[in-house]
């Protein structure tokens, strides 16, 4: 309970609720620019790192636009790589921040939640092709992306995933890019970590089974937030002057609580990931990389099925998906009543007009919840041509809860990013939806740090030491600059080599 871990009179400059890599990203970057910051973080839950930040319950693709065709529309003759760009920088924001910490010692292994995989986009029809083609005659000519390779050789493909191109033909019309900069994560792994170095440098433990019910508005301090013990039932009042709401699945429901008008009309619509998970060890060694193939034309972006390895808790593993679940849960770990609870009179209206709108979301949806593990292993077999059902088991993976936002002339939206809503003096924060999530959480981060303290991060002293944190935020960046931050991050992450677990 918290009154035997701290002064509960206390008055926190920041609270954060949740333990997920959002708010360990965030108290981390406070207290290393700020550490007379008094910051508590609040968890439901008995452990950190539980729902989607865990090692299983997300992909650990380290999302930088290198595999993933949906950061890529097509736009008339063209391809859009805008979105690319973005994505890629922030990813290397992300590694900037991650090397920092190993540079400072605060880090010891960063094999431990960071792997060098390459990372391959794999088509196959006529159309798909030529799509692909185009990315990568786009992608090429960018500092990003020059290292990329393009074929349309099944020998070739032999040698980037044996696994997928075996018992195929020189009929088969297919085309993969490839490049070997990417990055495997463990987010579970790095979470635990970060909150480590909260504990152990800054005296800023988290305290878990605290159930964070409510928040207020507070005449002394700016807020009070109200917790309830887990196990007790003892509930109390803690105050804060920013509140930082990074609950993940569970943050819509508790900003619904704050009497903020940027709050109205926001809803949420919850769907869960599963994963095939390998039990054949030989198969497991034949595989080394991401390959990201494209979702079918009306399915979500989220439902991109790929073939990963991955490296949790220092074994290797490959695992297929993923397949998408309904459940009416905000959280893993959440209550069936999530979705009823959230549905609201500001936002029934957005709500409703998002569910017309995505009427072949709905159908997917259906479709998916009720596939057989004969169904699953038949999509499976569409990379994996002779995959056994006796060797892949489900695994049901995190929650991820889309954003559903009013629109002015469609009456609402649903959106597959992720967003930030504060209130008019910034003194409180909340993060929704998931996407592209854990692997951009320091960009995301950093924009919640200056919006609740522009003081720090505007002071002179503030911008010195964020520059030796995170030199590329807020940079203009060139393809000298993106090397020299490659290179440096290389080092630092070990990324250099890929070593087999
Ligand atoms: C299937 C799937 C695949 C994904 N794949 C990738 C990927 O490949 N790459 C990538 O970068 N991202 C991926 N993501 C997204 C990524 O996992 C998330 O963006 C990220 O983990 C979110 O972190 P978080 O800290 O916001 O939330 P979480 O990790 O969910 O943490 C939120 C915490 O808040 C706690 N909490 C909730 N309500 C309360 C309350 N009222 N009081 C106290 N505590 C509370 C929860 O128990 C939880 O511990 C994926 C997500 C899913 C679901």
Not at 108 to 124: A, G, L, R, Y
Not at 324 to 335: I, Q, T, Y
Not at 371 to 378: I, L
Not at 423 to 428: A, H, P, Q, V
Request: glycine residues 6%; proline residues 4%; negative net charge.
């Amino acid at each position: 309970m918290i009154e035997n871990k701290v002064d509960i009179n206390t008055d926190y400059d920041l609270i954060c609720v949740g333990a997920g890599i959002m708010s360990a990203t965030l108290a981390l970057l406070i207290k290393l620019v700020k550490p007379e910051l008094k910051i508590l973080i609040l968890e439901r839950l008995d452990k950190v790192a539980q729902e989607s930040s865990a090692a299983w319950n997300n992909a650990g693709t380290g999302h930088s636009a290198l595999c993933e065709l949906n950061y890529t529309p097509e736009k008339g003759d063209t391809v859009d790589c805008s979105k690319a760009y973005k994505i890629c920088k922030q990813f290397e924001l992300s590694k900037q921040f991650w090397s920092f910490l190993v540079e400072e010692n605060l880090i010891e292994n960063p094999k431990d939640f960071i792997n060098p995989m390459p990372h391959h986009s794999w088509v196959t029809g006529h159309d798909n092709v030529v799509f692909l083609k185009k990315r990568f005659e786009t992608l090429k000519h960018h500092f990003m992306f020059e290292d990329m390779e393009f074929t349309d050789s099944l020998e070739k493909m032999k040698t980037w995933f044996p696994l997928i191109v075996n018992n195929r033909s020189e009929d088969e019309v297919m085309a993969a890019t490839r490049i070997s900069r990417g990055a495997e994560m463990n987010f579970g792994s790095l979470t635990e970590k970060l909150f480590s170095i909260l504990e152990t440098e800054f005296n800023t433990p988290v305290y878990c089974n605290e159930d964070v019910i409510d928040i207020d508005p507070d005449d002394d301090v700016e807020w009070s937030v109200e917790v309830k013990n887990t196990i007790t039932g003892k509930k109390q009042f803690l105050d804060a002057k920013h509140v930082f709401i990074g609950a993940g699945g569970g943050s819509l429901l508790l900003l619904q609580k704050v009497e903020i008008e940027e709050k109205e009309g926001y809803g949420g619509f919850p769907v869960s990931g599963e994963w095939l998970v390998c039990k054949n060890e030989a198969l497991i060694n034949r595989h080394l990389g991401k390959v990201y193939s494209k979702a079918g034309p009306n399915d979500p972006p989220m439902s991109t099925p790929h073939l990963d390895t991955r490296f949790i808790d220092g074994k290797r593993q490959l695992m297929f998906g993923p397949f998408a679940g309904f459940s009416p849960k905000f959280l893993k770990k959440g209550s069936v009543l999530d979705l009823f609870k959230s549905i609201k009179t500001d936002n029934i209206k957005p709500m409703l007009s998002a569910f017309w709108d995505n009427l072949p979301l709905t159908k997917y949806l259906v479709e998916q919840v009720t596939a057989s593990h004969e169904d699953r292993m038949n999509d499976l077999r569409k990379f994996v041509k002779d995959a056994k059902s006796e060797d892949w088991e489900i695994l049901i993976a995190g929650q991820r809860v889309q954003i559903i936002k009013k629109d002015e002339y469609e009456g609402g939206k649903l959106q597959f990013g992720t967003e930030v809503v504060k209130s008019k003096n910034g003194s409180i924060t909340c993060l929704l939806g998931a996407s592209p999530g854990a692997s951009t959480a320091t960009h995301v981060m950093l924009e919640v740090f200056e919006i609740a303290f522009p003081e720090i991060v505007n002071s002179e002293a503030g911008k010195h030491r964020l520059k030796k944190i995170v030199p590329i935020w807020k940079a203009e960046i060139n393809a000298k600059l993106f090397k020299e931050t490659i290179k440096r991050s290389s080092k630092s992450l070990a990324l250099d080599n890929i070593t087999i677990q």
